[in-house]
């Protein structure tokens, strides 16, 4: 509705501009977890691994959060490419897609 009767835009037009600050707060998001000690990932006996005092464990864990937001990292990085040095920003629609596109290939074996 907001579209349509204040700035006069198609919603896909609005969403081309907010998808890239979505990807960006998707990093902030994950790192906000890391520090809450949440969405916690398999133990590991990798150098990787984090123990997560809070929760009161005593062996280490993938930090999954700090993984997806690397992954946000990437996403936001490729949208703001799109968006910036190519003609990809002229079609509707095509910057929420691939960001759905980009999110979908995220892998979750960490978990």
Sequence with gaps: MYSKKVIK????????RVVIAVACGGIFVR?????????IGKVTNSNFGVV??????????????L?????????FAALYYLYWKTNKSKQMGYLPVSYTHLRAHETDSYL
């Excluded at 835009?9 to 081309?16: A, R, T």
């Excluded at 997560?52 to 959060?65: D, I, S, V």
């Design 31 to 39: 790192i906000g977890n890391f520090i809450n000690s949440e969405i």
């Design 67 to 75: 993984y997806e937001s690397f992954c946000y990292i990437f996403v």
């Design 52 to 65: 997560f005092k809070q929760l009161g464990e005593n062996f280490p864990r993938h930090p999954a959060q």
């Design 9 to 16: 835009k198609p919603v896909l037009w609005i969403l081309d």
